[in-house]
T-cell receptor, first 115, second 110 residues
Framework: GAVVSQHPSWVICKSGTSVKIECRSL??????MFWYRQFPKQSLMLMAT?????????EQGVEKDKFLINHASLTLSTLTVTSAHPEDSSFYIC???????????FGSGTQLSVL | SQQGEEDPQALSIQEGENATMNCSYK?????LQWYRQNSGRGLVHLIL?????REKHSGRLRVTLDTSKKSSSLLITASRAADTASYFC??????????FGSGTQLTVLP
């Protein structure tokens, strides 16, 4: 079945540094990928929609300058958390669909810890 | 990974009617979540029901869970045209990676 690969699985960084998270669709092309954030014991919160070849669409309350999204190819989207602070510590997860609106596959997620 | 399978694949109703969609899964779970996805948009969380709960309400949504049958249902009452979307269930256990099924495409006709 379709697989979405996310890397890294976990990252620990110092406050003020930037962290890049990759999301790849391994056996299908995805013109659209989605980025979510999940706090402990809470549900996924949609952050932004990554569109191949164009600007990402951010949900209300999500700072686009803080969370930079690049979708340079049909199989790769990246989320960069810039100047990370401890409050950015969270579980970040991406998703994609071979067919929009159907069969949604999620990556394994990235646990970010900012010291 | 754990996967939920939604049924029916497509449902078309008139505005004001109730919509019921079902979800079946195979493994033991800690909770089950329902999400909706509007065309071209990401999944939006609707409601979470824990394995020790049988029914939960949120506005016009009612979710039931039968762990003995490994099934759940989502009822949307007094549907509106804006409810038109795809609906997915996500059974969640120990596995971190989620795989959703093909969803139920709900169309509410004005």
């Amino acid at each position: 079945g379709a697989v979405v690969s996310q890397h890294p699985s976990w990252v620990i960084c110092k406050s003020g540094t930037s962290v890049k998270i990759e999301c790849r669709s391994l056996d299908f092309q995805a013109t659209t990928m989605f980025w979510y954030r999940q706090f402990p014991k809470q549900s996924l919160m949609l952050m932004a929609t990554s569109n191949e070849g164009s600007k990402a669409t951010y949900e209300q309350g999500v700072e686009k300058d803080k969370f930079l999204i690049n979708h340079a190819s049909l199989t790769l989207s990246t989320l960069t958390v810039t100047s990370a602070h401890p409050e950015d510590s969270s579980f970040y997860i991406c998703s994609a669909s071979p067919t929009p609106g159907q069969n949604v596959f999620f990556g394994s997620g990235t646990q970010l810890s900012v010291l | 990974s754990q996967q939920g399978e939604e049924d029916p694949q497509a449902l078309s109703i008139q505005e004001g009617e109730n919509a019921t969609m079902n979800c079946s899964y195979k493994t033991s779970i800690n909770n089950l979540q329902w999400y909706r996805q509007n065309s071209g948009r990401g999944l939006v969380h609707l409601i979470l029901i824990r394995s020790n709960e049988r029914e939960k309400h949120s506005g016009r949504l009612r979710v039931t869970l039968d762990t003995s049958k490994k099934s759940s249902s989502l009822l949307i009452t007094a549907s509106r045209a804006a409810d038109t979307a795809s609906y997915f269930c996500a059974p969640s256990g120990s596995a971190r990676q989620l795989t959703f099924g093909s969803g139920t495409q709900l169309t509410v006709l004005p």
